[in-house]
């Protein structure tokens, strides 16, 4: 399973760079073509970090799952379905700001919510039904427990958020972008907080090996 997840992400986050496509540049045009490809590199660096950091999830998730079945396998790769429909809605954004038609900023940032809410969801149904079935993990996942429960809900949370610009997309584009990136953003603080409550779990265990 990690093996083929870490080959989707690395595939992924190697396409995203594909969409700098060359072009016929006349001398002193430069700047030019910088200037239109604006929206290309803040879309591409926005879709790295949020691919990368979806794969920083995965990796350090599965590092407590010592098995898996059916269900298991079958969440994973709606995970991955999810996270590959990311380099389309980039895609579709870029043409929509490059444009700057209105409009097409708009659907462009609702269809990137709902691939962003979709991966939070699919996030999210992993992480419960891991929580429902203990079997499938190590024992040191156990530790984790006692202070898991103050980022249980972080996927929630994203799905919020996403929401939330997508709704803002009725009366404002800018607000509406703005909250997409906060929600990109919340999404590697949720990661740091996994992390956080991974190290701490470490740390109280070796403390009580040690005793």
């Keep these: ?9 690395a595939i992924l986050l190697t396409i995203l ?14 700047n030019q073509v910088v200037l239109h490809q604006t929206p290309l590199f803040l879309m591409y660096i926005l879709s790295y970090f949020y691919v ?12 407590y799952v010592k098995r898996t079945n059916r269900t298991l396998n079958v969440l994973n790769l709606l995970v991955l379905f999810a996270v590959t429909l990311v380099n ?22 609702i269809v990137y919510d709902l691939v962003a809410l979709l991966i939070s969801f699919s ?3 992993l992480y419960r039904y891991l929580e429902h079935h203990p079997e499938l993990q190590t024992v040191e996942r156990s530790g984790i427990t006692s202070h898991y429960e103050r980022i249980r809900l972080d996927p929630a949370r994203s799905v919020s958020i996403y929401l939330l610009s997508m709704i803002a997309t009725s009366f404002s584009n800018l607000i509406a972008g703005i909250l997409l990136v906060a929600g990109v953003v919340f999404h590697f603080i949720a990661y740091l907080r996994f992390s956080r409550v991974v190290h701490i779990a470490t740390n109280e265990k070796t403390d009580n090996l040690t005793k």
Excluded at 17 to 30: A, D, R, Y
Excluded at 89 to 103: F, K, Q, R
């Design 17 to 30: 760079i594909l969409e700098f496509q060359p072009e016929t540049i006349k001398p002193g045009s430069l």
């Design 1 to 9: 399973m990690n093996a083929l997840s870490d080959g989707v992400f």
């Design 88 to 109: 389309y809605a980039m895609v579709l954004l870029i043409e929509a700001l490059s444009d700057g038609n209105t409009s097409d900023i708009r659907l462009a940032f």
């Design 123 to 125: 996030f999210l149904l």
């Design 52 to 63: 990368g950091t979806s794969w920083l999830f995965h990796h350090d998730y599965f590092q």
